[in-house]
């Protein structure tokens, strides 16, 4: 095994851990507080892209770009809780899942008729557009570092939001007690606006970080969707603490799985037997990672404490 | 009789008789069509059986239809290209690879069911969606079977007495298959077994209290529906020709689900209507522009919001 | 024998003691009222004792045999029925079929799906005998969410009655009736007694001391006295607790 290769790997999946950080901690948050199970959550993953890829064309600068498109992002969010979510607080969990698939279709439609069936590719700044050379074999591009950083970045303002804000007090409350908040007499339907505007933010941001290296794509939001579950699943729905680590941990061991599986099979089997087996194992790998904390511990690695 | 039985078996007799009428004067697309809207109707009946009878909000059922797809196409793949003679796998006969279908969906449904119904609520929504998924990752990964790009079926699958690449006999098995899901989920929920899944349904601790174990009574629905389903996907399998791991994405088991809700769960009748509805609406909406999907959406949402009981609901019995 | 005994029971939830250091024995065949102020930890003990929660340490015996692990759907098969002190009942199914399913619980394996259950002669007599028991054999076909507060916590008791347990754990079996409706419970549970051992847990005062043969007061998680109902009413700890929460 090559050390560059598995430092390369390591990188690739810590971003995409931070990624997945991203688009789960939206999904925790509006869970946990709200009791919503919010499938269209990765359809701003893919509006943000699309957003902050149209916007770079028309102001020319990424980062501005970038900057634009969260609040824009964050309003469609508000949107989506004022219009759907809301009324639908009182409904079961099956009802929560059929309106907000129904906003995935309109959504993608929408998408498709806005920027058309192609994808969209976003350019780089030229600043970023350079490589990091360790040594001869280790070669980074510089814009993996940036969503490294800017994924990091993200994850400790939330985590300072959480903790040292009142509306981050209001959160943590309300993740363990809704009706202590409720008592509280705290204006819950803003609340619950800024819950949804925020997550969608969060879930823009990864949208808008990632599509200069996959472009912005229709549907691309349906593929992060399931992983953000396992990723919630796996931390304990509600937990922000949970979906962190597990986000990292469900990144790593999915990039390195695709990359080292074959190598490790081939210390025990023969080498046809690894090529064969190796690539339909690490594709299931996170389910069956998944499958295996559940049935240790039903409710996660971190379930929230009592409700 | 009550309207809802009434509304059923006249669908039921539209669903016979229209299909064969438009083949016979010319129209063979819609006999294709009730061929499809047949079979994914015994997959949304299947999936009643634990949704609408059961609560159990499944988002993984495309998996299963996926699957017994799969398990027609794979031997036929042998059967044409040579391998796994020796496990008597490489074979177009339908008598070997129906069973093969349900039976795997039906183990796939025990191993994953096992841990998924530890959990509640939105867990289980989320953990049947994972697995699914996983179905769908494992498939696109095996290249030999075509990966993204799917499988063809070279040859239908043999089955004694019948020739399914004659459309009118695919349709008849089809609708005879459809009525025969039908009646057994009927049955079933009709049945002590069924009381229980229905009375867990409602209120799973005031069951347990009573000494039952609902995780097992569950547990053995999940594994019915799963080979129902799969007995559908090989259906499918042989109606198409065609099969890749799209089957199984989880946007097709939504569209099952809303096909129970829409008709109406927990009904008999009500998968059936809900899967026609569904089919139809989305060939007229298709006719009339490429960018059907948002009308469809919007109606979607538009049914949570407003209503409640699908389809069925318009037809309920006097009290 | 006492026929269920706690040993040492405790139970904490965040930093709150819901249940410490409980001992309690109930006598075979006796009406064994647990009494308490609000928030004392009455249904936290009643989860315990039908195992929809476990205690964090103690033990629970069941006829002499520790069932402190034992899953509720296996402490029924034992034995033990409950009531709950929210009705909990299966709302979309009808008043007959609510019976009938624990009737059916009873009568063997239910894992059988060709008859129709409704045709299952035995069954369907034996529900219907216990909803003209507690008087309301002429709702069987109604939906149970259709019945009043009342209709639904005697159909509680026919639920437990068709578990023909020995036990019957019974939460607040009088909780939000009216008078008339009380008393028409009152005399259900009198006819009650001596058939099955039970343990009711009840605010209403007057109904316990009307039927009860022993009485345990709980306080803060802890039974503070167990007695005959006349030495319980001159007990002074208790009446403190008791004018402490008025205070």
């Not at chain 1, 899942?97 to 998408?111: C, E, K, N, R, Y």
């Not at chain 1, 363990?176 to 803003?190: D, F, K, T």
């Not at chain 3, 026919?158 to 020995?166: G, N």
Request: one cysteine or more.
């Amino acid at each position: 095994m090559d050390t560059s290769l598995l430092v390369i790997q390591t990188l690739n999946g810590l971003q995409l851990g931070l990624l997945l950080f991203l688009v789960a901690s939206g999904l925790t948050l509006v869970f946990g507080i709200l009791d919503f199970v919010n499938l269209a959550h990765a359809s701003l993953y893919m509006l943000g892209a699309f957003i902050c890829a149209s916007l770079t064309y028309a102001v020319g600068n990424f980062f501005l770009a970038v900057l634009i498109a969260l609040p824009v992002t964050a309003l469609l969010g508000w949107g989506v809780e004022r219009f759907i979510a809301r009324p639908l607080y009182s409904r079961d969990h099956l009802d929560h899942v059929l309106a907000t698939f129904g906003l995935i279709l309109v959504f993608d439609t929408a998408a498709h008729l806005i920027w058309g069936p192609e994808g969209i590719a976003v350019p780089l700044p030229q600043a970023f557009r350079g490589q990091l050379e360790l040594s001869e074999t280790l070669v980074i591009p510089t814009y993996r570092l940036v969503i490294i950083a800017a994924g990091l970045a993200a994850a400790g303002g939330l985590y300072w939001m959480v903790t040292h804000t009142r509306l981050g007090m209001l959160i943590r409350a309300g993740a363990s007690n809704r009706r202590m908040v409720a008592a509280l007499g705290i204006n819950i339907e803003l609340l619950f606006g800024l819950v949804f505007a925020l997550g969608a933010a969060l879930a823009g941001l990864a949208g808008m970080l990632i599509a200069p290296i996959t472009e912005a794509s229709i549907g691309m939001g349906n593929q992060v969707i399931i992983t953000a579950f396992v990723v919630i699943i796996v931390g304990g729905i509600g937990s922000m603490k949970g979906a962190f680590i597990a986000a990292l941990l469900i990144g790593l061991i999915d990039t390195l799985g695709r990359s080292f599986l074959d190598d490790i099979f081939k210390l025990f089997m023969s080498p046809d037997a690894a090529e064969n087996s190796a690539p339909a194992l690490s594709a299931m790998l996170i389910y069956i990672i998944m499958a295996c904390v559940l049935a240790l511990k039903p409710q996660g690695l971190f379930p929230p404490k009592v409700r | 009789m009550s309207p809802r039985t009434l509304a059923t078996l006249v669908a039921m007799a539209l669903l016979a008789v229209l299909p064969p009428v438009f083949y016979y004067t010319g129209n063979a697309f819609w006999l294709d069509l009730a061929t499809r809207l047949t079979i994914l109707a015994i997959a949304a009946t299947s999936l009643n059986l634990i949704l609408g009878y059961g609560g159990l909000v499944s988002f993984g059922h495309a998996a299963y239809v996926g699957l017994g797809a799969y398990a027609v196409g794979i031997p036929a793949y042998h059967w044409l290209y040579g391998g796994l003679e020796h496990l008597g796998l490489a074979t177009t006969s339908g008598l070997v690879q129906i069973p093969l279908a349900m039976a795997t969906c039906a183990l796939f449904a025990l191993v994953t069911g096992a841990i998924c119904l530890r959990t509640r609520g939105v867990y289980f929504i989320m953990i049947t969606m994972a697995f699914a998924q996983m179905v769908y990752y494992a498939i696109v990964s095996i290249e030999e079977y075509g990966g993204d790009d799917g499988l063809v079926i070279d040859t239908r699958s043999e089955l004694p007495g019948l020739n399914l690449d004659d459309p009118i006999q695919l349709f008849g098995l089809a609708y005879v298959s459809l009525v025969a899901a039908m009646l057994i989920v009927r049955m079933i929920t009709r049945s002590r077994f069924g009381m229980v899944l229905r009375g867990a349904k409602g209120n799973a601790e005031r069951v347990q209290m009573m000494g039952l174990n609902t995780y097992a009574y569950r547990l053995t629905a999940y594994v019915i529906s799963g080979a129902m389903a799969g007995y559908a996907g090989a259906l499918l399998g042989n109606f198409t020709t065609f099969i890749s791991p799209e089957m199984m994405d989880w946007t097709r088991s939504g569209e099952l689900m809303f096909m129970v809700i829409l008709g109406g769960g927990g009904t008999t009748g009500g998968p059936m209507l809900g899967a026609a509805a569904f089919i139809i609406l989305e060939e007229l909406l298709s006719h009339f522009t490429i960018y059907w999907h948002l009308p469809f959406g919007l109606l979607l949402i538009a049914v949570v919001l407003f209503t409640r009981g699908g389809l069925m609901g318009f037809f309920r019995g006097r009290k | 024998m006492s026929i269920l005994e706690t040993r040492n029971l405790m139970k904490s939830f965040g930093g709150i003691r819901a249940t410490d250091d409980l001992t309690l024995a109930v006598e075979e065949g006796e009406l064994h009222a647990i009494i308490g102020p609000n928030g004392a930890g009455k249904t936290t003990l009643i989860t315990q004792l039908c195992g929809t929660q476990m205690p964090d340490a103690g033990q629970v015996l069941f006829k002499g045999r520790d069932i402190t692990g034992l899953a509720p759907h296996k402490r029924a098969r034992l034995g033990i029925t409950r009531s709950f002190q929210i009705t909990s009942l299966i709302a979309d199914m009808t008043v007959l079929e609510n019976i009938a399913l624990a009737v059916q619980a009873r009568a063997g394996s239910s894992f059988r799906f060709f008859r129709a259950a409704s045709s299952v002669e035995a069954i369907q007599s034996r529900a219907m005998e216990l909803l003209a028991r507690v008087g309301l054999a002429e709702k069987a076909g109604m939906v149970t969410a259709a019945l009043s507060h009342g209709e639904h916590r005697h159909m509680e008791i026919a639920i437990a009655l068709a578990s023909e347990a020995e036990l019957m754990l019974l939460d607040e079996p009088m909780a939000g009736l009216g008078p008339e409706e009380s008393a028409r419970m009152v005399e259900l549970l009198r006819g009650l007694k001596g058939k099955h051992t039970i343990v009711l847990i009840e605010h209403d005062m007057d109904a316990v001391f009307a039927l009860a043969d022993r009485i345990s007061v709980l306080v803060y998680g802890h039974i503070i006295a167990t007695g005959l109902p006349a030495e319980i009413r001159a007990n002074k700890e208790v009446e403190a607790a008791y004018l402490g929460e008025e205070a």
